[in-house]
């Protein structure tokens, strides 16, 4: 594939059990060109053993990214109050140095790679309901500021991720800023916006509110990336009704909200605006590495498709 757009995949949201098989899909993912590039996780690190990681990507994967959402909820289910966006000025700044602890785990993985495996990390306006737009400004200001003071010298750029945004009226998951308060300080601050089509179906329980958000990004000039992960009304065997649950396109899942045509039309709306695209889903636990590379590739088919109105 290794496209200028490259497709990215959340592998480890469909990663087998065993290192073996691990080691498998990975190849799998490469080899059959399903991805150019991956999502890494970030908790307390990159996992444990990083030089195994890098084996994974060196050679295979360039210019993947890490999203901090993993970690980030972690720290924001044990004190409410992590985040950039915190009102708690604790909050905020532990926020600030598990960035910085991302930026130089991506530095390193580059380094032990040889190559630039890490372009762009995920960053997120936490926290949960209580997330205040100045405060994130504010994390901004610090950011460049102290990436001016050190003369620069990251190889990644911060993209922030939308997620579902808190309202009284629907329970959600993530629960941060509206996209019309992160719009103005993306904008402000230098950085584009990335649109995962679950999280944004489930902030209004709407599975058409991914393409409309798409739409505005594209016009304001910001959208930055767009990962599918589906989402559904009813309860499956990934999780319960409009949960976060990185579900399949509807053909491997029926309750998904998430079909072929729906990931057609938001890359037409897109209009080719983007840096990237990827996939992040979930696979039943007992499939194998090959029912898990076609369960994957199903979706980043459709993102190497020819852009052209979906049927209907």
Known sequence: MKTDRPVLVGAYAAL??????????????????????????????????????????????????????????????????????????????????????????????????????????????????????????????????????????????????????????????????????EVPLAREGGIGITVNWGRSAVEAQDPARPLTQIGRLTAEGLLEGIMFSGAGPVANGFGGPWADAHLPLTEDEPTSLMDADEVRRCLLAARGAFSYTGAKIQVPGEATVDERLAMVGRVTGLLSEPVVPPRG
């Open 16 to 181: 087998p059990a065993f290192r073996a098989d691990q080691e498998r899909f990975y190849e799998g993912l490469a080899d059959r060109g399903i991805a150019d590039g991956l999502e890494l996780p970030f908790r307390d690190g990159l996992g444990e053993d990083v030089n195994w990681l890098a084996g994974q990507l060196r050679g295979r994967f360039i210019r993947s990214v890490i999203t901090l959402i993993p970690g980030t909820m972690g720290r924001v289910a044990a004190s409410g109050t992590f985040g950039l966006a915190s009102g708690d000025d604790a909050g905020r700044r532990a926020a600030l140095g598990f960035l910085h602890e991302a930026r130089v785990a991506a530095e390193e993985l580059n380094q032990l790679t040889g190559e630039q495996s890490v372009s762009v990390l995920h960053i997120h306006t936490a926290p949960s309901t209580t997330a205040v737009p100045e405060e994130f400004a504010r994390s901004l200001d610090e950011i460049a500021a102290s990436e001016a003071a050190a003369g620069g010298g990251w190889s990644t750029r911060l993209v922030l991720e939308h997620c579902d945004a808190y309202s009284p009226d629907v329970p959600g998951e993530k629960r941060f800023l509206p996209l019309d308060e």
